[in-house]
């Protein structure tokens, strides 16, 4: 069973910083794209950043030029880190993973437990 267990949430005025983290574990033979999606109070869950397991990255356009996506393949990590946050980044954050647990299984997906960033004067 493969968990992935996020850190780093929490509360930060208009203009800071924060850096989101994912670490996964469990049976892994090897870890394909990651990522992270938010879900805002009384809106659906929608992409946030993904990198592929070799470094190409995408993200969605709210999240361009002030947030960051990186990974660690050698840990089976994932980071996001989020600069000059708005308002309206205020979000539960969820880590997503998508990844194989043999050479021959099926693609698998699993998503945290999620964390929450609060932006807020």
């Known amino acids: 069973q493969v968990q992935l267990v996020e850190s780093g949430g929490g509360l930060v005025q208009p203009g800071g910083s924060l850096r989101l983290s994912c670490a996964a574990s469990?049976?892994?033979?090897?870890?394909?794209?990651m990522g992270w999606y938010r879900q805002a109070p009384g809106k659906e869950r929608e992409l946030v950043a993904t990198i592929t397991n070799g470094g190409a990255t995408n993200y969605a356009d709210s999240a361009k030029g002030r947030f960051t996506i990186s990974r660690d393949n050698t840990r089976n990590t994932v980071s996001l880190q989020m600069n000059s946050l708005k308002f309206e980044d205020t979000a539960l954050y969820y880590c997503?993973?998508?990844?194989?647990?043999?050479?021959?299984?099926?693609?698998?997906?699993?998503w945290g437990q999620g964390t929450l960033v609060t932006v807020s004067s």
């Open positions: 997503n993973a998508q990844y194989i647990t043999t050479p021959i299984s099926w693609l698998r997906e699993v």
């Open positions: 469990g049976s892994i033979f090897r870890m394909n794209d």
